[in-house]
């Protein structure tokens, strides 16, 4: 599943393993650590991810709302009567 072939047995991630995760690039992995809030570790110049942190911080990023939102309350009023 992961980029080293075998996950980590405390599940500990690097970037490539996070971008993975999230779908992303290993830049973009960078721009949400620095701007966006990912937790992370740093060890000296090495910078790691807890497995169940990152999946936490999906969590919390997860939103209904924009264009659809509104469609979603009409949906519910239609449905109530």
Do not use: T
Not at 29 to 58: C, T
Request: proline share 1%.
């Amino acid at each position: 599943m992961f980029s080293h072939g075998k996950e980590n047995e405390h599940g500990v991630l690097n970037k490539k393993d996070v971008a993975e995760l999230l779908g992303c690039s290993v830049r973009q992995v960078d721009i949400l650590r620095a701007n966006g809030g990912l937790p992370f570790y740093r060890f000296g110049n090495l910078v790691r991810f807890s497995r169940e942190s990152v999946r936490e911080w999906m969590r919390a990023q997860e939103r209904v709302g924009g264009c659809c939102a509104s469609l979603v309350r009409e949906d519910a009023k239609e449905v109530r009567g």
